[in-house]
T-cell receptor, first 111, second 113 residues
Framework: SQQGEEDPQALSIQEGENATMNCSYKTSINNLQWYRQNSGRGLVHLILIRSNEREKHSGRLRVTLDTSKKSSSLLITASRAADTASYFCATDTGSARQLTFGSGTQLTVLP | KAGVTQTPRYLIKTRGQQVTLSCSPISGHRSVSWYQQTPGQGLQFLFEYFSETQRNKGNFPGRFSGRQFSNSRSEMNVSTLELGDSALYLC????????????FGPGTRLTVL
């Protein structure tokens, strides 16, 4: 079963715009991670945020975590066509090697 | 370092057959996890191996099994294949310490006819 939901399910924006995706989960977590997947290929790790952190940055990515609301958001700034992919949040509640994934957001960046 | 490799990349089987998928982790990584991805159920955790021992197991029937060898390479086996087993099977590896990040392979696309 999936830990939570992501919204929107699909997002279409113009190159240069910012993209925001949200993830909600159901149980207390240790870590929350974001992954990207291109066209049914393997997952690429983007960023990890621990339960005691509230915000984290990596390049054009900004992740926030609100454990009281059991939610996280991923912001991609100045998007590029190459950012077109599916984005998944994943949580772990004990073992970081046993991830529970959200349903994913399909992001399309139009040139 | 070379990334996680999975073989074969594509596989077609018929119902009732069995299949074995292979995963070679990143050099030095001793933990290997397996996930199943389907359009209906999304990404689901199958199991994790560390030092040749299954450390965690997801909610899958006993037809799904795995093992890990002394060189950390892992295999998963699905017996008595069903149509619903058609999926992308992803393997991920991680070191035991220093990071909680998992590094995924390209996956094996299994089609059951």
């Amino acid at each position: 079963s999936q830990q939570g939901e992501e919204d929107p399910q699909a997002l279409s924006i113009q190159e240069g715009e910012n993209a925001t995706m949200n993830c909600s989960y159901k149980t207390s977590i240790n870590n929350l991670q974001w992954y990207r997947q291109n066209s049914g290929r393997g997952l690429v790790h983007l960023i990890l945020i621990r339960s005691n952190e509230r915000e984290k940055h990596s390049g054009r990515l900004r992740v926030t975590l609100d454990t009281s609301k059991k939610s996280s958001s991923l912001l991609i700034t100045a998007s590029r066509a190459a950012d077109t992919a599916s984005y998944f949040c994943a949580t772990d509640t004990g073992s970081a090697r046993q991830l529970t994934f959200g349903s994913g957001t399909q992001l399309t960046v139009l040139p | 370092k070379a990334g996680v490799t999975q073989t074969p990349r594509y596989l077609i089987k018929t119902r009732g057959q069995q299949v074995t998928l292979s995963c070679s982790p990143i050099s030095g990584h001793r933990s290997v996890s397996w996930y199943q991805q389907t359009p209906g159920q999304g990404l689901q955790f199958l199991f994790e191996y560390f030092s040749e021992t299954q450390r965690n197991k997801g909610n899958f029937p006993g037809r799904f099994s795995g093992r890990q060898f002394s060189n950390s390479r892992s295999e998963m086996n699905v017996s008595t294949l069903e149509l619903g087993d058609s999926a992308l099977y992803l393997c991920a590896s991680s070191p035991e310490r220093g990071t909680d990040t998992q590094y995924f392979g390209p996956g094996t696309r299994l089609t059951v006819l």
